[in-house]
């Protein structure tokens, strides 16, 4: 037997390599519909855990910690052997090659990739707004965040100076989509409700709370009926919702929106996204946003093998419009692709064309409303916080079997549970100045430390 004939057979005896890039719900549920083929399959991050990104505004509002809605990746696939997880960066794609770059590592071959990288943020062209109004994507971002909401406050104790004790106590939320809404409602609450009776200087219900949208409304993929219902609970929570208007510049101190100007010490990007630079790597075309666009079976054009799901494809399933950027639909993507590939594997039926089936639009405001868009059932109120909190339990399921954790995460969040109010990774940049009043005190203790 030949060289070419022996390597010939060996592929034959190969069980089929599988990669999948990126842990979040389409790569995750892609991995886990294949796991009882004979496949291998190796799952690549950047980060060793699932995050669940629907509940990250609590983390930065310090209802939550993060270890409240992140689980190592290791320990989801822990029982299912056929899986491998890699922690690494990618680089790039080589589809001639078949291979994965991997960042000061060798390449990862595959004869299947799945491509599941998610979104970032865009700030549409302006990117040196972003140190001055970060967004919420990832752990870090909540906990920058965090830190930055609660250093406020007590930078607002601490000064003697009733315009900088305003502009502390100012928290601007750009972007109206569920996102924006849910973090403006939470930074209410929390100064209505979880710091009240902290401070002593100062009043943290004194605090003010905007959200911005460039558009006519807020929540623009709802009924209008269910936006406006969001724009009269936010603005029973305290929050000024501004529509309308565009922000033309942020930095450390303001928003400016046209000619007007407000002193702002915290801002935050809730605003728009783009895809992640999947498409760059693999050479082909996308749109604005850098979505890849998608066949029926969610291949990429010129590469059968090759799929796109979640936030990275622009796929037209969802009769014949593009499938939104959400969890149920990257799950249900993840699902297809699985069923495809063990098609092509002859290990299953064709499962044919993909079909989006949309189950709703949620989002909250707050602990005590929320609104649902289910097609010809609109709710709003405590029944539709309720099945918010429903929705979000099942999907905690989906990553962690004990009911338990989800118990315990409602109860954390309706207990306002004080234990995620953690100030962490202080620069100087931020440390309070000392107010006026204590400043004998902690010139004595100075002066004290140095003759010691």
């Known amino acids: 037997m030949t060289t070419k004939e022996n390597e010939v057979e060996q592929r034959m005896e190969q069980r089929p390599r599988i990669v999948v890039i990126g842990a979040g719900f389409g790569g995750l549920q892609a991995a886990k519909c294949l796991a009882k083929l004979p496949v291998d399959i190796t799952v690549i991050d950047k980060r060793n855990y699932?995050?669940?990104?629907?509940?990250?505004?609590?983390?930065?509002?310090?209802?939550?910690?993060?270890?409240?809605?992140?689980?190592?990746i290791r320990g989801i696939f822990s029982k299912q052997h056929n899986v491998s997880v890699l922690l690494a960066k990618v680089v790039g794609i080589d589809t001639t090659g078949r291979k994965v770059l991997i960042e000061n590592r060798p390449a990862i071959a595959y004869d299947y990739l799945v491509i599941a990288t998610g979104a970032q943020h865009t700030y549409f062209g302006n990117n040196g707004w972003a140190s001055s109004a970060p967004g919420l994507k990832r752990i870090s971002d909540a906990?920058?965040?965090?830190?930055?909401?609660?250093?406020?406050?007590?930078?607002?104790?601490?000064?003697?100076?009733?315009?900088?004790?305003?502009?502390?106590?100012n928290f601007v939320v750009i972007g109206g989509g569920p996102?924006?809404?849910?973090?403006?409602?939470?930074?209410?609450?929390?100064?209505?409700?979880?710091?009240?009776?902290?401070?002593?200087?100062?009043?943290?219900?004194?605090?003010?709370?905007?959200?911005?949208?460039?558009?006519?409304?807020?929540?623009?993929?709802?009924?209008?009926?269910?936006?406006?219902?969001?724009k009269i609970d936010l603005e029973r929570l305290g929050v000024d919702v501004?529509?309308?208007?565009?922000?033309?510049?942020?930095?450390?101190?303001?928003?400016?929106?046209?000619?007007?100007?407000?002193?702002?010490?915290?801002?935050?990007?809730?605003?728009?996204?783009?895809?992640?630079?999947?498409?760059?790597?693999?050479?082909?075309?996308?749109?604005?946003?850098?979505?890849?666009?998608?066949?029926?079976?969610?291949?990429?054009?010129g590469h059968h093998n090759v799929f796109a799901i979640g936030d990275t494809a622009k796929s037209k399933a969802w009769d014949g419009n593009v499938?939104?950027?959400?969890?149920?639909?990257?799950?249900?993507?993840?699902?297809?692709?699985?069923?495809?590939?063990?098609?092509?594997?002859?290990?299953?039926?064709?499962?044919?064309?993909?079909?989006?089936?949309?189950?709703?639009?949620?989002?909250?405001?707050?602990r005590h409303s929320a609104v649902i868009d289910i097609g010809r059932v609109k709710l709003t109120g405590w029944v539709a916080w309720w099945l918010w909190g429903l929705a979000h339990i099942y999907?905690?399921?989906?990553?962690?079997?004990?009911?338990?954790?989800?118990a315990q995460w409602l109860w954390a969040y309706l207990s306002h549970r004080k234990g995620a109010r953690l100030i962490t990774g202080l620069s100087p940049r931020y440390e309070p100045p000392v107010p006026s009043t204590l400043k004998p005190v902690f010139d004595s203790q100075r002066a004290g430390a140095r003759v010691k």
């Open 143 to 169: 906990i920058e965040l965090r830190k930055r909401i609660l250093v406020a406050f007590e930078r607002a104790e601490a000064t003697d100076d009733d315009a900088e004790r305003r502009k502390q106590l």
């Open 395 to 406: 999907f905690l399921i989906g990553v962690r079997a004990p009911v338990l954790v989800a």
């Open 242 to 301: 501004i529509l309308g208007r565009r922000v033309t510049r942020i930095d450390d101190a303001c928003v400016v929106m046209g000619d007007e100007r407000l002193p702002a010490a915290t801002k935050i990007w809730a605003a728009g996204v783009v895809a992640s630079p999947a498409g760059h790597w693999l050479g082909v075309r996308t749109d604005q946003t850098g979505r890849i666009e998608v066949g029926a079976d969610l291949s990429i054009s």
């Open 323 to 366: 499938v939104p950027g959400i969890a149920p639909a990257a799950k249900q993507a993840g699902a297809h692709v699985a069923r495809v590939i063990a098609a092509r594997l002859g290990l299953k039926p064709d499962p044919g064309p993909f079909r989006y089936r949309h189950l709703g639009n949620l989002a909250t405001i707050g």
């Open 50 to 72: 699932h995050l669940f990104q629907p509940l990250l505004y609590q983390v930065a509002t310090a209802d939550l910690s993060p270890a409240d809605v992140a689980w190592p």
């Open 179 to 230: 996102t924006g809404v849910e973090m403006a409602g939470s930074i209410a609450e929390l100064a209505h409700v979880a710091l009240c009776g902290d401070f002593r200087r100062v009043n943290p219900a004194e605090a003010r709370v905007v959200l911005i949208e460039g558009g006519p409304r807020l929540l623009p993929t709802f009924p209008p009926e269910l936006s406006e219902h969001a």
